[in-house]
Protein backbone atom coordinates (compact mmCIF):
# COMPACT_ATOMS: atom_id res chain seq x y z
CA UNK A 1 0.00 0.00 0.00
CA UNK A 2 1.16 3.57 -0.89
CA UNK A 3 -0.61 6.96 0.76
CA UNK A 4 -0.22 10.63 -1.28
CA UNK A 5 -1.43 13.95 0.85
CA UNK A 6 -1.41 16.79 -1.21
CA UNK A 7 -2.42 20.51 -0.20
CA UNK A 8 -4.76 20.36 -2.96
CA UNK A 9 -5.65 17.32 -4.67
CA UNK A 10 -7.24 17.64 -8.11
CA UNK A 11 -9.86 14.76 -9.07
CA UNK A 12 -10.78 17.26 -12.04
CA UNK A 13 -13.96 15.37 -12.52
CA UNK A 14 -15.42 15.89 -8.39
CA UNK A 15 -13.66 18.72 -7.81
CA UNK A 16 -10.26 19.55 -5.77
CA UNK A 17 -9.99 18.41 -1.93
CA UNK A 18 -7.99 20.29 0.06
CA UNK A 19 -5.47 18.88 2.43
CA UNK A 20 -6.30 15.80 0.36
CA UNK A 21 -4.97 11.62 0.80
CA UNK A 22 -5.37 9.26 -1.68
CA UNK A 23 -4.65 5.49 -0.73
CA UNK A 24 -3.18 3.12 -3.20
CA UNK A 25 -3.53 -0.87 -3.16
CA UNK A 26 -2.60 -3.08 -6.00
CA UNK A 27 -2.12 -0.90 -8.28
CA UNK A 28 -5.74 1.02 -8.19
CA UNK A 29 -6.82 4.04 -6.06
CA UNK A 30 -8.56 2.45 -3.11
CA UNK A 31 -9.77 5.68 -1.33
CA UNK A 32 -9.43 9.28 -1.63
CA UNK A 33 -10.84 11.71 0.47
CA UNK A 34 -9.98 14.66 3.34
CA UNK A 35 -10.71 12.28 6.17
CA UNK A 36 -9.16 9.13 4.67
CA UNK A 37 -6.89 7.49 7.53
CA UNK A 38 -3.38 6.18 6.72
CA UNK A 39 -2.79 3.02 8.22
CA UNK A 40 0.27 2.80 10.22
CA UNK A 41 3.55 2.28 8.73
CA UNK A 42 2.21 2.73 5.61
CA UNK A 43 4.75 4.93 2.93
CA UNK A 44 3.47 8.49 2.61
CA UNK A 45 3.82 10.37 0.00
CA UNK A 46 3.66 14.45 -0.14
CA UNK A 47 3.21 17.32 -2.25
CA UNK A 48 1.47 20.76 -3.13
CA UNK A 49 -0.81 19.51 -5.84
CA UNK A 50 -1.66 16.30 -6.89
CA UNK A 51 -3.75 15.61 -10.13
CA UNK A 52 -4.20 12.76 -12.52
CA UNK A 53 -1.55 11.65 -15.24
CA UNK A 54 -2.19 13.50 -18.01
CA UNK A 55 -3.72 12.09 -21.45
CA UNK A 56 -1.99 12.81 -24.42
CA UNK A 57 -4.41 11.97 -27.19
CA UNK A 58 -2.62 12.17 -30.33
CA UNK A 59 1.22 11.41 -30.52
CA UNK A 60 4.10 9.45 -32.69
CA UNK A 61 6.23 8.92 -30.09
CA UNK A 62 8.26 5.54 -29.93
CA UNK A 63 7.68 4.80 -33.60
CA UNK A 64 9.32 7.97 -34.55
CA UNK A 65 12.26 7.69 -31.83
CA UNK A 66 14.12 10.66 -31.62
CA UNK A 67 18.35 11.67 -32.91
CA UNK A 68 18.56 8.29 -34.72
CA UNK A 69 16.90 9.21 -38.47
CA UNK A 70 15.63 6.96 -41.11
CA UNK A 71 16.71 3.89 -39.06
CA UNK A 72 14.17 4.83 -36.24
CA UNK A 73 11.40 6.49 -38.62
CA UNK A 74 8.65 3.96 -38.02
CA UNK A 75 5.15 5.98 -38.36
CA UNK A 76 4.67 5.94 -42.33
CA UNK A 77 4.39 2.99 -44.68
CA UNK A 78 4.85 5.01 -47.60
CA UNK A 79 4.72 2.57 -50.33
CA UNK A 80 0.61 2.62 -50.57
CA UNK A 81 -1.91 4.79 -50.16
CA UNK A 82 -4.01 2.54 -48.17
CA UNK A 83 -2.67 0.19 -45.77
CA UNK A 84 -5.64 -0.63 -42.83
CA UNK A 85 -3.46 -3.73 -41.94
CA UNK A 86 -0.02 -1.76 -40.06
CA UNK A 87 -0.28 -1.15 -36.08
CA UNK A 88 1.29 1.16 -34.21
CA UNK A 89 2.06 -1.36 -31.73
CA UNK A 90 4.34 -2.64 -34.39
CA UNK A 91 6.85 -0.12 -34.41
CA UNK A 92 6.68 1.27 -30.89
CA UNK A 93 10.18 1.64 -29.36
CA UNK A 94 9.48 0.93 -25.38
CA UNK A 95 12.60 1.22 -23.75
CA UNK A 96 13.24 3.63 -21.45
CA UNK A 97 15.90 5.56 -23.84
CA UNK A 98 13.47 6.37 -26.04
CA UNK A 99 13.47 10.32 -26.05
CA UNK A 100 9.70 10.45 -26.34
CA UNK A 101 8.68 8.66 -23.57
CA UNK A 102 11.28 9.81 -21.22
CA UNK A 103 9.78 12.93 -21.56
CA UNK A 104 6.11 12.01 -21.58
CA UNK A 105 7.47 10.29 -18.07
CA UNK A 106 9.09 13.20 -16.77
CA UNK A 107 6.24 15.69 -17.54
CA UNK A 108 3.10 13.34 -15.72
CA UNK A 109 1.86 12.46 -19.27
CA UNK A 110 1.08 8.80 -17.83
CA UNK A 111 -1.00 7.50 -21.14
CA UNK A 112 -0.90 8.29 -24.75
CA UNK A 113 -2.42 7.25 -28.16
CA UNK A 114 -0.09 6.28 -30.36
CA UNK A 115 -0.77 6.40 -34.23
CA UNK A 116 0.27 5.96 -37.74
CA UNK A 117 1.42 9.18 -39.30
CA UNK A 118 -0.80 10.74 -41.78
CA UNK A 119 1.16 10.21 -45.05
CA UNK A 120 -1.84 7.19 -46.32
CA UNK A 121 -5.47 7.82 -46.79
CA UNK A 122 -5.47 5.13 -44.32
CA UNK A 123 -2.76 4.71 -42.14
CA UNK A 124 -3.14 1.88 -39.94
CA UNK A 125 -4.02 1.13 -36.32
CA UNK A 126 -3.37 3.40 -33.34
CA UNK A 127 -2.82 2.21 -29.90
CA UNK A 128 -3.13 3.84 -25.72
CA UNK A 129 -0.51 2.85 -23.92
CA UNK A 130 1.09 3.93 -20.50
CA UNK A 131 4.53 5.43 -20.30
CA UNK A 132 6.28 3.65 -17.65
CA UNK A 133 8.82 1.68 -19.84
CA UNK A 134 8.94 -2.01 -19.80
CA UNK A 135 10.47 -4.75 -21.51
CA UNK A 136 8.34 -4.63 -24.62
CA UNK A 137 5.41 -2.18 -25.92
CA UNK A 138 2.63 -5.61 -25.22
CA UNK A 139 3.33 -4.95 -21.25
CA UNK A 140 2.57 -1.24 -21.38
CA UNK A 141 -0.83 -1.52 -23.34
CA UNK A 142 -4.11 -0.11 -21.89
CA UNK A 143 -6.17 -0.14 -25.54
CA UNK A 144 -5.48 -1.93 -28.32
CA UNK A 145 -6.72 -1.58 -31.58
CA UNK A 146 -8.22 2.07 -30.39
CA UNK A 147 -9.04 3.25 -33.76
CA UNK A 148 -7.53 3.26 -37.42
CA UNK A 149 -5.71 6.31 -38.90
CA UNK A 150 -6.99 8.30 -41.80
CA UNK A 151 -5.85 11.42 -43.54
CA UNK A 152 -7.51 13.78 -45.63
CA UNK A 153 -5.86 16.73 -47.25
CA UNK A 154 -1.88 17.87 -48.21
CA UNK A 155 -0.22 14.94 -46.22
CA UNK A 156 -1.74 12.26 -48.93
CA UNK A 157 -1.93 14.08 -51.84
CA UNK A 158 1.50 15.31 -51.68
CA UNK A 159 3.13 12.02 -51.07
CA UNK A 160 0.75 10.08 -53.47
CA UNK A 161 0.12 13.03 -56.14
CA UNK A 162 3.17 14.93 -56.05
CA UNK A 163 6.33 12.58 -55.06
CA UNK A 164 4.48 9.58 -56.75
CA UNK A 165 2.76 10.72 -59.85
CA UNK A 166 -0.27 8.38 -58.73
CA UNK A 167 -3.72 8.36 -57.01
CA UNK A 168 -4.65 10.06 -54.71
CA UNK A 169 -3.36 13.90 -56.13
CA UNK A 170 -6.72 15.67 -55.38
CA UNK A 171 -9.32 15.57 -52.17
CA UNK A 172 -11.65 13.80 -54.83
CA UNK A 173 -9.17 11.37 -55.12
CA UNK A 174 -8.43 10.56 -51.20
CA UNK A 175 -12.29 10.31 -50.58
CA UNK A 176 -12.60 7.61 -53.41
CA UNK A 177 -9.99 5.62 -52.14
CA UNK A 178 -11.59 5.85 -48.45
CA UNK A 179 -14.92 4.69 -49.63
CA UNK A 180 -13.59 2.09 -52.42
CA UNK A 181 -11.87 0.54 -49.34
CA UNK A 182 -15.15 0.86 -46.69
CA UNK A 183 -17.18 -0.41 -49.75
CA UNK A 184 -15.05 -3.39 -50.36
CA UNK A 185 -15.04 -4.43 -46.57
CA UNK A 186 -18.91 -3.95 -46.40
CA UNK A 187 -19.15 -6.25 -49.21
CA UNK A 188 -16.57 -9.21 -47.61
CA UNK A 189 -18.17 -8.91 -44.52
CA UNK A 190 -21.68 -9.45 -45.82
CA UNK A 191 -20.29 -12.54 -47.75
CA UNK A 192 -18.65 -13.79 -45.06
CA UNK A 193 -21.81 -13.99 -43.19
CA UNK A 194 -23.81 -15.17 -46.16
CA UNK A 195 -21.21 -18.42 -46.57
CA UNK A 196 -20.40 -18.57 -43.22
CA UNK A 197 -21.55 -22.41 -43.63
CA UNK A 198 -19.84 -23.01 -47.46
CA UNK A 199 -16.11 -23.30 -46.79
CA UNK A 200 -16.19 -23.53 -50.58
CA UNK A 201 -17.74 -19.84 -51.18
CA UNK A 202 -17.07 -18.38 -48.18
CA UNK A 203 -14.00 -15.51 -49.08
CA UNK A 204 -10.45 -16.44 -48.25
CA UNK A 205 -8.73 -14.40 -45.56
CA UNK A 206 -8.35 -10.68 -46.33
CA UNK A 207 -6.23 -9.46 -43.59
CA UNK A 208 -6.18 -5.36 -45.16
CA UNK A 209 -9.98 -5.86 -45.24
CA UNK A 210 -10.48 -7.73 -41.93
CA UNK A 211 -8.13 -4.92 -40.48
CA UNK A 212 -11.07 -2.37 -41.50
CA UNK A 213 -13.88 -4.74 -39.93
CA UNK A 214 -13.59 -3.59 -36.27
CA UNK A 215 -14.58 0.30 -37.87
CA UNK A 216 -17.59 -0.86 -39.96
CA UNK A 217 -18.83 -2.89 -36.17
CA UNK A 218 -17.85 0.35 -34.59
CA UNK A 219 -15.82 -1.53 -32.06
CA UNK A 220 -13.43 1.39 -32.99
CA UNK A 221 -13.62 4.82 -34.52
CA UNK A 222 -11.71 6.38 -37.58
CA UNK A 223 -8.98 9.22 -36.02
CA UNK A 224 -9.40 11.18 -39.28
CA UNK A 225 -6.26 13.49 -39.70
CA UNK A 226 -7.67 17.12 -41.21
CA UNK A 227 -6.73 20.60 -40.78
CA UNK A 228 -9.11 22.08 -42.71
CA UNK A 229 -13.22 22.72 -42.50
CA UNK A 230 -13.96 21.33 -45.98
CA UNK A 231 -11.66 18.31 -45.04
CA UNK A 232 -13.15 17.25 -41.70
CA UNK A 233 -16.92 17.81 -43.66
CA UNK A 234 -15.91 15.06 -46.18
CA UNK A 235 -14.52 12.91 -43.50
CA UNK A 236 -17.89 13.75 -42.03
CA UNK A 237 -19.97 12.87 -44.96
CA UNK A 238 -18.11 9.85 -46.00
CA UNK A 239 -18.50 8.37 -42.23
CA UNK A 240 -22.42 8.81 -42.31
CA UNK A 241 -22.44 7.45 -45.54
CA UNK A 242 -21.22 4.27 -43.78
CA UNK A 243 -22.26 4.03 -40.50
CA UNK A 244 -18.91 4.81 -38.67
CA UNK A 245 -18.02 6.60 -35.73
CA UNK A 246 -15.02 8.92 -36.20
CA UNK A 247 -12.67 11.49 -33.89
CA UNK A 248 -11.35 14.71 -35.60
CA UNK A 249 -7.49 14.92 -35.51
CA UNK A 250 -6.14 18.73 -35.48
CA UNK A 251 -9.13 20.24 -35.55
CA UNK A 252 -6.96 23.79 -36.71
CA UNK A 253 -10.16 25.37 -38.41
CA UNK A 254 -12.25 24.10 -35.25
CA UNK A 255 -13.33 27.78 -35.23
CA UNK A 256 -14.83 27.49 -38.57
CA UNK A 257 -17.21 24.97 -38.40
CA UNK A 258 -17.51 24.66 -34.62
CA UNK A 259 -21.15 24.64 -34.36
CA UNK A 260 -21.41 22.13 -37.18
CA UNK A 261 -19.32 19.45 -35.26
CA UNK A 262 -21.40 20.30 -31.65
CA UNK A 263 -24.50 18.98 -33.72
CA UNK A 264 -22.65 15.86 -35.24
CA UNK A 265 -21.56 15.23 -31.95
CA UNK A 266 -17.81 14.65 -33.15
CA UNK A 267 -15.43 14.76 -30.70
CA UNK A 268 -11.87 16.87 -31.79
CA UNK A 269 -8.40 16.52 -30.74
CA UNK A 270 -6.62 20.06 -31.10
CA UNK A 271 -3.50 20.43 -31.78
CA UNK A 272 -0.37 20.34 -32.31
CA UNK A 273 -0.58 24.19 -31.37
CA UNK A 274 2.75 25.47 -29.92
CA UNK A 275 4.70 24.79 -33.43
CA UNK A 276 4.54 26.90 -36.47
CA UNK A 277 2.22 26.70 -39.45
CA UNK A 278 4.79 24.44 -41.58
CA UNK A 279 1.83 24.04 -44.74
CA UNK A 280 -0.53 26.39 -45.82
CA UNK A 281 -3.60 24.07 -44.44
CA UNK A 282 -2.06 25.20 -40.85
CA UNK A 283 -2.68 29.01 -42.06
CA UNK A 284 -5.09 29.86 -39.22
CA UNK A 285 -3.70 27.68 -36.30
CA UNK A 286 -5.32 30.02 -33.33
CA UNK A 287 -5.11 29.94 -29.21
CA UNK A 288 -8.67 31.59 -30.16
CA UNK A 289 -9.72 28.35 -31.43
CA UNK A 290 -10.38 26.31 -27.96
CA UNK A 291 -12.60 29.00 -26.81
CA UNK A 292 -14.73 28.92 -30.14
CA UNK A 293 -15.07 25.39 -29.79
CA UNK A 294 -16.13 24.94 -26.05
CA UNK A 295 -18.76 27.84 -26.72
CA UNK A 296 -20.38 26.14 -29.35
CA UNK A 297 -20.58 22.82 -27.32
CA UNK A 298 -17.40 20.62 -28.93
CA UNK A 299 -16.22 17.92 -27.07
CA UNK A 300 -12.26 18.40 -27.74
CA UNK A 301 -9.06 17.49 -25.99
CA UNK A 302 -5.65 18.68 -26.76
CA UNK A 303 -2.75 17.26 -27.95
CA UNK A 304 1.07 17.97 -29.03
CA UNK A 305 0.84 15.55 -32.08
CA UNK A 306 4.33 14.81 -30.99
CA UNK A 307 7.21 14.15 -32.51
CA UNK A 308 5.89 17.21 -34.77
CA UNK A 309 5.66 18.90 -31.29
CA UNK A 310 7.19 18.21 -28.17
CA UNK A 311 5.08 15.93 -25.87
CA UNK A 312 6.38 17.92 -22.98
CA UNK A 313 4.24 21.00 -24.17
CA UNK A 314 1.05 19.03 -23.54
CA UNK A 315 0.34 21.57 -20.05
CA UNK A 316 1.74 24.34 -21.95
CA UNK A 317 -0.54 24.02 -24.84
CA UNK A 318 -3.37 23.80 -22.18
CA UNK A 319 -2.46 27.09 -20.20
CA UNK A 320 -2.16 29.10 -23.68
CA UNK A 321 -5.43 28.34 -23.88
CA UNK A 322 -6.25 29.75 -21.07
CA UNK A 323 -4.45 32.99 -21.77
CA UNK A 324 -6.71 33.07 -24.41
CA UNK A 325 -9.91 32.17 -22.60
CA UNK A 326 -10.46 28.90 -22.33
CA UNK A 327 -11.94 28.15 -18.54
CA UNK A 328 -9.32 26.92 -16.49
CA UNK A 329 -11.26 23.86 -15.37
CA UNK A 330 -12.41 22.66 -19.09
CA UNK A 331 -8.15 23.27 -19.99
CA UNK A 332 -7.68 20.59 -17.15
CA UNK A 333 -10.09 18.04 -18.34
CA UNK A 334 -8.66 18.50 -22.10
CA UNK A 335 -5.83 16.97 -20.63
CA UNK A 336 -6.78 14.41 -18.24
CA UNK A 337 -10.98 12.94 -18.47
CA UNK A 338 -11.53 14.47 -22.10
CA UNK A 339 -9.45 12.70 -23.69
CA UNK A 340 -9.93 9.52 -21.87
CA UNK A 341 -12.90 9.40 -22.80
CA UNK A 342 -12.80 10.26 -26.26
CA UNK A 343 -10.17 6.96 -27.02
CA UNK A 344 -12.55 4.90 -24.77
CA UNK A 345 -10.14 4.44 -21.57
CA UNK A 346 -12.01 6.81 -18.95
CA UNK A 347 -13.01 3.69 -17.18
CA UNK A 348 -9.49 3.29 -16.06
CA UNK A 349 -7.67 6.48 -16.30
CA UNK A 350 -8.37 10.78 -16.58
CA UNK A 351 -9.78 11.64 -12.91
CA UNK A 352 -9.19 10.19 -9.35
CA UNK A 353 -12.06 7.83 -8.19
CA UNK A 354 -11.66 4.84 -6.45
CA UNK A 355 -11.02 1.52 -8.40
CA UNK A 356 -9.50 3.49 -11.39
CA UNK A 357 -5.48 3.31 -11.80
CA UNK A 358 -3.47 4.98 -9.72
CA UNK A 359 -1.59 7.09 -12.02
CA UNK A 360 -0.67 10.29 -10.15
CA UNK A 361 0.99 13.70 -11.05
CA UNK A 362 2.65 14.89 -7.91
CA UNK A 363 3.57 18.58 -8.13
CA UNK A 364 4.89 21.80 -6.64
CA UNK A 365 2.35 23.89 -7.73
CA UNK A 366 -0.41 24.85 -10.34
CA UNK A 367 -0.25 22.75 -13.02
CA UNK A 368 -1.08 25.44 -15.83
CA UNK A 369 2.28 27.32 -14.51
CA UNK A 370 5.28 27.52 -16.35
CA UNK A 371 7.52 27.32 -13.18
CA UNK A 372 5.92 24.39 -11.79
CA UNK A 373 7.74 21.25 -11.44
CA UNK A 374 6.81 17.83 -12.06
CA UNK A 375 8.18 15.94 -8.63
CA UNK A 376 7.18 12.62 -8.92
CA UNK A 377 5.19 10.94 -11.52
CA UNK A 378 3.16 7.26 -9.93
CA UNK A 379 1.63 4.77 -12.68
CA UNK A 380 -0.43 1.88 -11.75
CA UNK A 381 0.54 2.47 -8.20
CA UNK A 382 4.61 2.37 -8.62
CA UNK A 383 6.77 5.26 -8.57
CA UNK A 384 7.70 5.63 -12.42
CA UNK A 385 9.73 9.19 -12.53
CA UNK A 386 11.20 11.05 -9.05
CA UNK A 387 13.10 14.24 -9.18
Not at 86 to 106: F, P, S, W
Amino acid sequence: MLAVTGKKVNTITNGIIEDGVILIEDGKIKEIGSDVKIPNGVKTLKAEYVMPGLVEAHCHIGIWEEKIGWAGSDGNERTQPATPHVRALDGIKANADEGGLKAALQEGITTAQILPGSANVIGGHGVVIKTAPKTTVDQMLIRSPSGMKIAFGENPMRVYGVEKKELPSTRMGVAGILREWLQNTKNYMEKKERFSDDPEKKPDLDIKLESLEPVLSKEIPFRAHAHRADDVATSIRICEEFDVDMSWEHATEGHRIAEYIAEKKIPAVWGPSLTSRPKWEMRELSYDTPLTMYEAGVKFAIQTDAVGSTIRFLPICAAFSVKHDLPYDYALKAITIVPAEILGVSDRVGSFEAGKDADLRLLSGDPLELMTKCEKVIINGEVAHSL
